[in-house]
Nanobody
Framework: QVQLVESGGGVVQPGGSLTLSCAASASVFMISAGWYRQVPGKERELVASIFNNGGTNYADSVKGRFTISRDNAENTVYLQMNSLKPEDTAVYYC?????????????WGRGTQVTVSS
């Protein structure tokens, strides 16, 4: 069973930065990888994804502020988050299975909490 472990979350002030990491126990990110986030009462949403050709997609809310990257040799995906806003507060999850319908995604990490607050 593949395991995913997110890390790097924490509490930061607005305008601050964090870099999240998602380490996998196997080579699962070669085709795709994605970061999703979720707040209570809302559906988990895709914020960034990267594909086999290196192409990336970002939610409009994070464009210009977040950068997704991948190190296939280490089976790790990163999310660099800059200029953080309170609206970015959420639990962030990673998955190798990027889909618009999150109910079709079966493999997640446990998530890492990001809190942006003064």
């Amino acid at each position: 069973q593949v395991q995913l472990v997110e890390s790097g979350g924490g509490v930061v002030q607005p305008g601050g930065s964090l870099t999240l990491s998602c380490a996998a126990s196997a080579s699962v990110f070669m085709i795709s990888a994605g970061w999703y986030r979720q707040v209570p009462g809302k559906e988990r949403e895709l914020v960034a994804s990267i594909f086999n050709n290196g192409g990336t997609n970002y939610a409009d809310s994070v464009k210009g502020r977040f950068t997704i990257s991948r190190d296939n040799a280490e089976n790790t995906v990163y999310l660099q988050m800059n200029s953080l806003k309170p609206e970015d507060t959420a639990v962030y999850y990673c998955t190798p299975d990027v889909k618009r319908n999150i109910r079709e995604i079966n493999l997640w990490g446990r998530g890492t909490q990001v809190t942006v607050s003064s």
